[in-house]
């Protein structure tokens, strides 16, 4: 329930607080961690400016998924439902659904390893308590919106206290940080594409659809001015939590940066050379002692937990919104096909092949994220023109370009990780040969049904079935009978 007019401006901040913190979780996942930790480990500071130009670019991003629930009342998955035909939209809810799957094997994977390092539980021991516990939290949700944020925020906190007792640790040079944050560098052979690894999951796609699904929980009232404040706080909000999460990223790349810089270190230099998150346990106890490697372990079963929560939570979102089933159905089924499907996949691919799951999760959430992004950027723009609570012409534009070029190094990072995998194969000749060729009409369909996606005009009845646009007050009334109707204010 919104706060009354005459509350205080940071109590009615507090109360639109939350739903930035949750979806920010997404950027402090084990994939991001590893990441995290390769660059830092290869290319010390020098790509740090990747993280913080990165995380401008998220920030626009997901304030436009921001502004869509706020206007429609609807999440990004309810649009898809009413605009695209069914094919359409049904193709998009399965892609959508694979890569939440993708997206939350690495959690799975991270608690796995964190339960082995802090209390030397078998891996597979470790994904089932993933999963149990993965559904325990997930039932807080019977008690409101506003608890799972709270969860979210608690998970961030300590994510962020063990990662900087790891950076006080090893006392990195403030001002080569610094220097690597704002001077853009690509120095040596593979820093190119270091780049583009650590750049490209900074965007998953299941976070546009949880982050537009948990503002309408927030009721709204139809004057301008009430309009524009729950925008403007949200907005700030999502700022802070973004901008707690880039320091964190900094950290974990300092952290690594640092120890590996270490040239009097031989034996951990070797180290360095292929570091994982399982390696990183073990060369922080090596050189820090047991202590340090059990606070890395602790930040990682945050980070890993905190990624299947969010992640199956989000799944609820999309399924309900695609299928438009009723919420204590979908509550009960949907983290069944994302959770399971996962700990089967890391059941079956074990700690031995720990790296190899996270590469090849972030390679399908590579290929999945223009099927969530181009339909946003599309429903941004008609809502400019379309309603009375405007987006900036410039904020869509800017976030067009910008989304064009997360796309293409998307694209490229798939077709380069593809190439690889199959150069590195060994498989015979023959069959390389032949996915090579199946390959060129698969990519063709791809681009045909991007090209689709972006040019197909956008139904404005889509956006406010049987309600006049023109009217701004017929549009906020449709809205919030729409949001105590089907969503529920909590």
């Known amino acids: 329930m919104e706060a009354p007019i005459e509350t205080p401006t940071w109590k009615r901040f507090l109360a639109h607080a939350g739903p930035g913190f949750l979806i920010s979780l997404a950027y402090l996942d084990p994939s991001n961690v590893q990441t995290d930790l390769q660059a830092g480990s290869i290319h010390k500071y020098e790509l740090l400016w990747v993280l913080f130009f990165g995380f401008f670019l998220v920030l626009v991003i997901q304030s ?17 439902m009413y605009e695209y035909p069914k094919y359409v939209k049904y193709g998009l809810w399965l892609l959508i659904e694979v890569g939440v799957i993708a997206a939350t094997i690495p959690g799975v994977l991270g608690t796995a390893l964190a339960y082995n390092i802090l209390l030397n539980i ?80 900074l965007i998953v796609p299941h976070n546009l659809f949880l982050h537009s699904s948990l503002v309408v929980s927030r009721k709204i009232s139809p004057s301008s001015k009430r309009f524009k404040d729950t925008s403007t706080f949200f907005l700030i909000e999502n700022a802070c939590a973004m901008l707690l999460v880039l320091l964190v990223n900094v950290a974990i790349v300092s952290t690594t940066g640092t120890i590996c810089a270490n040239t009097q270190l031989v034996d951990n230099i070797d180290a360095c050379s292929s570091l994982t998150l399982k390696s990183t346990s073990i060369l922080l106890k090596n050189m820090f002692g047991r202590s340090t490697s059990k606070i890395y372990g602790l930040a990682l079963l945050a980070s890993g937990q905190s990624n299947t929560v969010t992640t199956s ?178």
Not at 135 to 141: D, E, K, N, T
Not at 191 to 200: G, Q, R, V
Not at 393 to 406: E, T
Request: charged share 10%; net charge positive; proline share 5%.
């Open 313 to 490: 939570y989000a799944g609820q979102y999309i399924m309900q919104g695609f299928s438009g089933m009723r919420k204590c159905i979908i509550f009960m089924i949907a983290p069944c096909f994302t959770v399971i499907p996962s700990l089967i996949i890391c059941s079956v691919g074990g700690a031995p092949n720990i790296r190899q799951l996270i590469n090849i999760s972030a390679i399908i959430l590579a290929f999945v994220l223009p099927f969530s992004l181009v339909p946003l950027l599309k429903f941004s723009s008609s809502c400019v023109v379309k309603v009375p609570y405007k987006n900036s012409n410039s904020i869509v534009k800017v976030a067009w370009i910008l989304s064009v070029v997360i796309m293409g190094i998307n694209i490229y990072f798939f077709c380069n990780s593809f190439i690889s995998c199959l150069v590195h194969s060994e498989l015979p000749r023959a069959v390389n040969a032949i996915i090579s060729i199946l390959v060129f009409p698969f990519m063709a369909a791809y681009i045909a049904a991007l090209i689709y996606l972006a040019f197909r005009k956008v139904n404005a009845a889509g956006l406010f079935p049987s309600v006049p646009v023109s009217n701004g007050t017929e549009v906020e009334a449709w809205r919030q009978e729409r949001i105590a109707d089907d969503i529920g204010v909590r």
């Open 122 to 201: 078998p891996f597979l021991a470790g994904v089932l308590i993933c999963g149990a516990s993965t559904f325990l939290l997930l039932g807080l949700q019977t008690y409101g919106v506003r608890k799972m944020e709270l969860i979210g925020v608690i998970f961030m906190l300590l994510i962020t206290v063990c990662f900087f007792i790891e950076l006080s640790s090893v006392n990195p040079p403030m001002g080569e940080v610094i220097e690597g944050l704002f001077i853009p560098r690509l120095r040596g052979v593979y820093a190119m594409s270091d780049a583009i690894a650590l750049f490209s999951v």
């Open 64 to 80: 436009l998924a921001v502004k869509l629930g706020i206007i429609t009342g609807r999440n990004l998955a309810e649009m898809c």
